[in-house]
């Protein structure tokens, strides 16, 4: 049976900051576009779960027989990922998980490892993919015009009726001469020699792509779709040139609009170029870093990828519903680019892991005596009709009304001038809980009773010094 | 059969209260040895009469156990216990204390309370560090309370206009009381200005953080005519504690609370006190009340949940006058927790130890006239207990 992509989805912050702000900040002649900022609130790991979330939205969770997490940009460098990111995505317990990291062609190695590990096991039919980066540039350097937030997953799964079928991989290890961040050391990203850093991406990722099409006697004319990593539009271009790719088949779109994403760039490539495949399209997607890997698909199942392109945000939908942001200081807020003193509170590792199911998995509990449905687990009464112990777990819904809320100026004891909105919420479906609001502008204006909101995976705070996560609440996002 | 209640087994014969305020130069020991002496004085009674003791203390830096009141006093091995229920500690002290006596296993016992506040700093309650779930959100105490203001504007539609009246009303009488924290009067204006702290709750929507201690005398009504307050002691008619769902406080609908525009633990305690004393018409029958104006939203909500007005007329009643000091039912003369201040622990007490001399025609600030039956209510925790004493002048 083939190997292909089931499905798709993609995240993209809340916030695009224009490149001529940053040029303004440090006086440095300014290059177009704008770049994908992420929250203060947000890293890698969050925003994988947004990804994981669009991917399967309609499917059952408890299907999915693997997670692979991709990205240069791990929250721990002991502890994975993964895990945490299958546990809040509430897939089973009996999958594999594995963290793919130190590299920006992670993401396409994981999806190689995906088809190899389907390929070798018959119990495993599917496994998540997702690539996620939250990259920290120096500031007043060149990355920081790159440097951008986003992420992306494939499904990638058993099955000849896929929307789009895997028919090859083709992999190259080559040691370069940067960039690169020593572990424990750098907190930005250093390279030697930025011209051979260039001369290395331009050689590698042009002969990963050449040898796959020669593998599978494929021309450059046959290709429709190249999906490649790029962080530089000039280079992009002397790379489709080189390859001799006709008008149109590298995708070149999104250093332009979102910035260097790392990780999953080769995927909203892809994902951005399969909203209006080509019948049996053949499809190029490549990812580099410290060598590379180029996967070769063809377009099975037009239908099907129209179908996601409507059901998954994807790429398109998260950039319908980015705000322009007014200036610098805001980015910099938001990347913790300026030591600050920050609020630590108390947490317990234990506590956070008994209680797996409602705090990350989003279950509450139901009362089988009167229906009520209540949030969090606490006591073993119910709240309304007082009976003893007659809860069962049920999922909640992400998304729900606002009942009452406050604009919270006070914060572990300390005054914010910006509050932090605190909402009660009831959710579709039943429950009522209590969230922080992210993202919202202008809360005196716009945080009312009866507003609709949506849920959101979020950093909280760095209490007992580990990542303490949660959700938060947002204004619905387009 | 149990015998219920303890209506006119007790008698108040002496209390103290410090001023409250940001004792920097004192700590809780000097401030609860300032109260506890002033006490005994007014009593007419030596420590060594003191058979058992009570402290309500809310936050473990002031004290964890009974032995924070042996340590100033040196009471010789009687039983002393600190009492723990958040905001109603003071009054839970009291309690306990009541029932001692009632009990008939002491003649004479001390209730006290006492908080230091200040040593951890001045900006919102301390202990955000230590209490809660890991993760879930931990908001501060305006904030709880200002979710009920937001669903009061919306069901009933009150104003910040509103809120500020009872600042402006409980500031005005705080400044007549030599003790109170805040002692400036203000403008409606200069409430509604002032930063916001927990939209729509601003600075003067919020009570004061001090720190202080008070303390009361008990013993029962045959054995009061020998201390000092032969003629003017005073009776607890009732004495009630509610305690409901402190977590989650955001009730699921159908459940009490749920509307955020009532304190359910508030209702019950209310309920239970005024069919112990007996009284049916609480706004014609109490006189005086001191009640818990944690934040000014609280004090409305609380004029409803004690009967003193219908559900939704409390910013009417209110702007009419009828709480005033010289209104129908005066609330907080004192000028309440708002202006008279919140050590927690000690909050309780010194609302017993107000409504004692005001039913005396003692108070030290305004006096309310012909005050003959008065209230005391503390409100604690995320809205779940609720206790309430009534108290009345001796026949």
């Known amino acids: ?478 | 059969m149990a015998i219920k209640g303890i209506r006119d087994k007790i008698a108040i014969i002496g209390c103290e209260a410090t001023k409250y305020g940001e004792h920097w130069d004192k700590n809780q020991y000097d401030l609860l040895h300032e109260a506890t002496m002033g006490a005994f004085k007014d009593a007419g009674v030596k420590k060594e009469e003191i058979e058992a003791a009570w402290v309500g203390i809310y936050y473990y830096f002031t004290g964890l156990s009974g032995a924070t009141v042996e340590d100033i006093l040196r009471l010789d091995g009687i039983p002393i216990t600190r009492v723990e229920n958040y905001c109603a500690s003071g009054m839970d002290a009291f309690r306990n204390a009541c029932y001692g006596v009632a009990s008939g296993t002491y003649d004479v016992v001390l209730a006290c309370g006492v908080e230091k506040l200040m040593d951890e700093g001045s900006s919102g309650l301390p202990g955000f560090k230590i209490f809660g779930h890991p993760v879930l959100p931990l908001p501060s105490a305006p904030a709880m309370f200002s979710m009920a203001a937001t669903r009061c504007f919306h069901e009933f539609g009150w104003t910040k206009e509103d809120l500020a009246r009872v600042a402006v009303k409980n500031h005005d009488n705080g400044s007549y009381h030599p003790k109170a924290h805040f002692r400036s009067k203000i403008t409606i204006e200069q409430a509604m200005r002032a930063p916001m702290i927990a939209d729509p709750l601003g600075r003067f929507d919020c009570c004061a953080m001090s720190d202080g201690a008070a303390a009361l005398i008990l013993t029962r009504p045959e054995l009061a005519e020998s201390y000092a307050h032969a003629d003017d002691y005073i009776i607890v008619k009732a004495n009630a504690i509610s305690v409901r769902t402190n977590f989650p406080w955001y009730v699921p609908p159908g459940g009490p609370g749920a509307d955020f525009t009532s304190f359910p633990s508030t209702v019950k305690a209310a309920e239970m006190a005024y069919k112990e004393a007996g009284i049916t018409n609480p706004r014609k029958e109490i006189d005086c009340a001191e009640v818990h104006d944690c934040f000014t939203i609280t004090e409305l909500i609380n004029y409803q949940d004690l009967q003193f007005c219908d559900r939704g007329m409390a910013a009417e009643e209110l702007k009419n006058g009828t709480f005033n000091w010289d209104g129908e039912t005066a609330v907080n003369p004192s000028g309440g927790l708002k202006s008279f201040g919140h050590p927690i622990g000690s909050t309780g007490c010194r609302m017993l130890q107000e409504i004692t001399k005001q039913l005396q025609g003692r108070a030290e600030g305004r006096q309310v006239p012909d005050a003959k039956i008065g209230l005391c209510h503390n409100l604690g925790g995320a809205f779940s207990v609720a206790s309430v004493t009534i108290l009345s002048q001796r026949d």
């Not at chain 1, 790991?45 to 693997?66: H, N, Q, Y």
């Not at chain 1, 300026?338 to 009362?367: F, H, Q």
């Open chain 1, 1 to 478: 049976m083939a190997v292909g992509i089931k499905s798709y989805g993609a995240y993209l912050p809340r916030w695009l900051l224009p490149r001529e702000l940053i040029a303004k900040a440090w006086d440095f002649p300014s290059i177009p576009g704008t770049k994908a900022v992420a929250s203060g609130d947000e890293d890698s790991l969050t925003m994988a779960v947004e990804a994981g979330l669009d991917c399967l939205a309609g499917f059952d969770p408890k299907e999915v027989d693997g997670l692979y997490f991709a990205t240069t940009t791990q929250v721990y460098t002991e502890k994975d990922s993964a895990s945490l990111i299958a546990t809040v995505l509430d897939l089973r317990d009996d999958i594999i998980t594995a963290d793919f990291t130190d590299s920006l062609k992670a993401g396409t190695t994981a999806v190689a490892r995906a088809i190899d590990t389907i390929k070798a096991n018959k119990d495993i039919k599917s496994i998540l993919v997702i690539a996620s980066d939250s990259r920290e540039p120096e500031p007043s350097t060149m990355w920081e015009y790159g440097f951008a937030d986003g992420a992306a997953a494939l499904l990638i799964a058993e099955g000849d009726n896929l929307p789009l079928i895997i028919d090859d991989y083709y992999s190259i290890s080559a040691n370069v001469t940067g960039p690169w961040k020593r572990a424990n050391k750098d907190k930005f990203i250093r390279t030697f020699e930025v011209k051979m850093d260039a001369r290395f991406y331009v050689q590698t990722i042009t002969k990963v792509m050449n040898e796959i099409m020669k593998r599978n006697n494929l021309t450059p004319e046959d290709i429709n779709v190249a999906a490649y990593y790029y962080n530089n539009p000039r280079l992009h271009g002397r790379i489709a040139k080189m390859l001799k790719f006709q008008q149109g088949v590298a995708q070149n779109g999104l250093f332009l609009q979102i910035g260097d994403v790392g990780n999953p760039m080769p995927f909203m490539l892809l994902i951005t170029a399969m909203r209006r495949p080509k019948e049996e399209a053949k499809v190029i997607m490549a990812g580099f870093g410290d060598g590379a890997d180029a996967i070769l698909m063809h377009v099975q199942d037009r239908k099907a990828l129209r179908e996601l392109s409507k059901t998954r945000k994807g790429v398109a939908g998260h950039q319908k519903s980015m705000i322009t942001l007014k200036n610098y200081n805001v980015y910099i807020e938001n990347k913790k680019l300026l030591e600050k003193d920050r609020y630590i509170r108390k947490s317990s590792a234990v506590t956070m892991w008994r209680d797996t199911p409602s705090v990350y998995k989003w279950y509450g509990y139901k009362c089988k005596s009167c229906g009520t449905v209540q949030y969090p687990a606490q006591g073993h009464a119910c709240v309304v009709c007082r009976a003893d112990n007659q809860f069962e777990l049920v999922k909640l819904q992400k998304k729900g009304k606002i009942f009452t809320f406050t604009l919270d100026h006070l914060v572990g004891g300390a005054y914010l001038d910006t509050p932090v909105p605190r909402c009660v919420i009831d959710l579709d479906g039943g429950g009522r809980v209590l969230l922080d609001m992210t993202e919202i502008q202008k809360p005196e204006e716009n945080v009312k009773i009866g507003m609709e909101v949506e849920l959101t995976f979020r950093k909280q705070h760095e209490g007992a010094e580990f990542h303490n996560y949660y959700w938060k609440c947002r204004p619905l996002r387009g």
